[in-house]
């Protein structure tokens, strides 16, 4: 062994000594290298090439593999590697509200994997930032046009039977920087303000079938407990379908960013219609008028008219792989090699049927392939194979649903709307993928 | 061979034909709800109960066979008129009265370091005004494209919010932002009258121009608002929800394409001749990313110690730039009980509207001295 580890004592003085000083101690040999520490890459350019060398980090016992680990009882709430530190969610004083409490931090989607948001990492949006609220004064009102008017505690609420369903939430403001031409080159701020979690809950149908709606309701407002008392205005029919009040977001409560202990879900809708730390739900014959259904969550079309109570979140994809964070320069690829080119896909209107992918930029489109659990108003992973041949491309992606929308262009959804709408934009975009491999974000207009 | 080809045109074939079927996948979505036999209410599906399961959700049909009244207590008339508070075009707001220039002084101590001088939105804190709210409603069609530098429509209380209702109501249950629900009806009347006043508001047919103008429950509905009619669809009255619902159920209300078949679209050639690359302008992307974007795998790097600069700059400079800001002099009016006095206020708030901490709970007491000293003596 000896003989074998110094025949390659340079490379094994790279692989061994970035990190663990520890190890070092044990063995003199190691002792001597720790004295000329040499650069990481070196070892990753070796591990990739081929160069007929044979791979130290293969050659050689690797140093997490020789020592006790951490005993079960260390992290009672696990927590990432440390190597992840850079998977996180992220902020700029572009989207604040002067402070970071009227704001919007957003999920890292070039590092997402399935359909399924860690909690950690669910975009964040309030109005007056994260409550924190004590599940045992938690109370739940429901008054208005119901014959019962009543009040519920978390425990109570718990008790009903439970439903479960996997759904995005995405702020209606996803992608609302970019209606006068490009302006986020990262796919995490020009598509992260949405995440996608396994909710439980309670449809609210099944709790006001005992209250005995009056049937002049036509609104329900849900209002937060928070600073802010974030209220919207539902409609009944959206209450007598799919509403739910959740507690569980991926197995465990809500995160106070998500509304700890209980916050409304609209699936499909806007975010910020699904009212978070919710503690009232009043039934009324005409809309309320809150205050983020008019100053806010209004699409000013360019007629000059304002679209009000826009509600769900319209069929959008966007390609993750490759991406500005993520892109083929310095993966080492070579003319003719395969990757994979994926993404998401999503509509707050139905199922995702089909994504079409360009490779010029919208002018030709070739079916790409769905992947995974195809869920109704849920994240749909979709794949496309190509062969690296080096060229530059303009990659854009185009979703369509079971309700029979197809993404516009640029041009077709701005002839409409205008520039100034901020919400619900979800025309396709696209990736230019340079010579070199790095990505840009651009979009094609007439 | 000759069968072998054949096999293999067959399988294309049929390849083809499940890639159409995937298309028209059967989801067992429906165009109207079973409960009322109308379209679905935002322009999307809806999933049925069949065979047990709702898309594919499998749900259990007895929970709506049984009432849950176990589950719940009716609530007081003293609990109810203690949570349902609100103010809407047509739940007016409670009796009260108050004036322009009692709402200005209000405004001044509570509002002006957030919103500033007149509600210009110094800062980043939204705007309240910008002028005659008559004259900035006719800038609702203006447009930032093609030209990026021209005026875009003005979108404040005054110009654009359909109703008065909405602001008493978002002053009273989400102002002052630091200490919400603190303002009492009578103050609420105030400030309303004082964002009258900013945006130049007529109030039964006369603008509010004297800060003795008094605001109160009947005159409040007399408040003439620009932009009444400026939101689409209609959503008032018995019919509002169907207006929604056929509003959405056309898509090019909101610029929506819904086709009845996908195989009718657009695979080739689907761009004009004019379609050209819009990219980002050398340096003008934003790039203000905090922290800044890497994909690096490493181990995270120990802190360096705390800034104190910027410290200020993440917290406090949104509040603190143009009032109390670093090495103002107008500190000396707040340093007379020494500097731990200051400290302490900083790290507890203020009724004057600095929140806990300036609203980060992260901030340790000594990082919150150190910002202090930094802010007092603008070094």
């Known amino acids: 062994m000896s003989k074998n580890m110094n025949e390659n004592s340079e490379v094994v003085e790279t692989a061994s000594n970035e990190i663990d000083s520890e190890q070092t101690s044990r063995r003199d040999f190691f002792k001597k290298a720790a004295a000329s520490v040499t650069a990481l890459a070196g070892t990753s350019l070796l591990a990739s090439g081929d160069t007929g060398k044979d791979d130290p980090l293969i050659m050689h016992h690797v140093k997490w593999g020789q020592k006790l680990g951490d005993p079960v009882t260390k992290n009672r709430y696990g927590i990432p590697s440390p190597y992840e530190h850079n998977n996180v969610r992220r902020n700029t004083s572009l989207l604040a509200s002067g402070n970071w409490q009227a704001s919007i931090a957003v999920t890292p989607l070039h590092e997402s994997e399935g359909i399924i948001t860690p909690n950690g990492l669910f975009f964040s949006r309030s109005h007056g930032g994260t409550a924190h609220v004590d599940p045992n004064e938690y109370r739940l009102m429901i008054n208005g046009l119901v014959d019962k008017e009543i009040v519920m505690t978390l425990n109570e609420l718990k008790r009903y039977p439970s439903v479960t369903r996997t759904h995005f939430i995405e702020c209606p403001a996803n992608g609302g920087q970019e209606w006068r031409g490009p302006q986020f080159n990262s796919l995490q701020f020009a598509k992260g303000f949405m995440a996608s979690a396994e909710w439980t809950g309670v449809y609210i149908k099944d709790i006001i079938k005992d209250l005995g709606v009056s049937p002049k309701a036509l609104w329900m407002l849900a209002e937060g407990s928070d600073n802010s008392e974030m209220g919207r205005t539902v409609p009944m029919d959206k209450v007598l379908d799919d509403a739910m009040l959740v507690w569980g977001q991926n197995g465990e409560a809500l995160r106070p960013e998500q509304g700890y202990p209980v916050r409304l879900l609209l699936p499909g809708w806007e975010g910020n219609l699904c009212v978070k730390w919710v503690k009232r739900l009043e039934f009324a014959a005409e809309p309320f008028y809150a205050k983020e259904e008019t100053s806010k969550y209004t699409a000013l079309k360019k007629t000059g008219k304002a679209i009000q109570h826009f509600y769900a979140n319209e069929v959008n994809s966007t390609v993750t792989h490759p991406s500005p964070e993520k892109p083929w320069k310095g993966q080492g690829l070579k003319k003719g090699d395969i990757v994979e080119i994926q993404g998401i896909a999503w509509s707050g209107m139905g199922t995702i049927t089909g994504v079409d992918i360009s490779l010029d930029g919208g002018k030709n489109y070739v079916p790409a392939n769905l992947k995974g659990l195809v869920l109704p108003k849920s994240w749909t992973r979709w794949s496309y194979i190509h062969v690296y041949d080096g060229k530059s491309l303009l990659l854009t992606s185009r979703a369509m649903d079971d309700a029979g929308y197809i993404q516009p262009t640029v041009d077709e959804e701005t002839s409409v709307t205008g520039v100034e709408a901020v919400y619900h934009r979800n025309a396709v975009e696209t990736w230019e993928v340079t010579e070199e491999g790095e990505v840009n974000h651009v979009q094609i207009r007439s | ?379």
Request: hydrophobic fraction near 35%.
């Open chain 2, 1 to 379: 061979m000759f069968k072998l080809d054949r096999k293999l045109a067959v399988l294309a074939a049929s390849a083809t034909l499940l890639f159409s079927a995937a298309n028209a996948m059967d989801t067992g979505a429906t165009k109207k709800y079973d409960f009322n036999g109308k379209a679905i209410v935002d322009g999307g599906v809806y999933y049925p109960v069949k065979n047990g399961k709702t898309g594919p959700y499998y749900v259990n049909p007895s929970r709506t066979k049984h009432s849950f009244k176990g589950n719940w207590r009716l609530a007081t008339k003293n609990e109810i008129a203690a949570w349902d508070k609100d103010v809407t075009p047509t739940q007016h707001p409670p009796k009260g009265k108050g004036t322009v220039e009692h709402g200005e002084e209000l405004y001044e101590a509570q509002c002006v370091m957030c919103h500033g001088d007149f509600g210009s939105g110094e800062g980043s804190y939204p705007a309240l005004s910008r002028g005659n709210a008559y004259d900035l409603h006719k800038t609702m069609k203006n447009q930032r494209y093609p030209d990026p530098e021209a005026d875009g429509p003005v979108r404040v209380f005054g110009s654009y919010w359909p109703d008065a209702s909405t602001m008493w109501w978002y002053i009273q249950s989400g102002m002052p932002h630091p200490n919400t629900k603190s303002l009492s009806d009578d103050e609420t009347y105030a400030l309303t009258a004082y964002m009258l006043y900013i945006n130049e508001l007529r109030v039964d047919g006369e603008v509010v121009e004297d800060g003795e103008f008094e605001l109160n429950q009947d005159n409040f509905l007399k408040i003439e608002m620009p932009n009444k009619h400026g939101f689409e669809p209609v959503i008032d009255g018995p019919q509002g929800q169907e207006n929604s619902r056929k509003y959405f159920n056309n898509a090019k209300n909101f610029g929506g394409i819904r086709m009845a078949d996908f195989d009718d679209r657009c695979m080739k050639n689907c761009q004009k001749k004019s379609a050209k690359v819009v990219s980002i302008p050398e340096g003008g992307g934003i790039k203000d990313f905090l922290p800044p974007i890497s994909v690096v795998r490493d181990l995270p790097k120990a802190e360096g110690p705390f800034d104190p600069k910027a410290g200020y700059e993440a917290n406090c400079v949104a509040c603190h730039g143009g009032f109390l800001s670093p090495g103002a002099a107008e500190w000396a009016g707040y340093t007379g009980k020494g500097m731990d006095a200051v400290v302490a206020n900083a790290i507890k708030g203020t009724a004057g509207g600095m929140p806990p901490k300036g609203g980060n709970a992260d901030l340790t007491d000594e990082q919150i001295k150190q910002i202090v000293h930094f802010m007092v003596n603008g070094k």
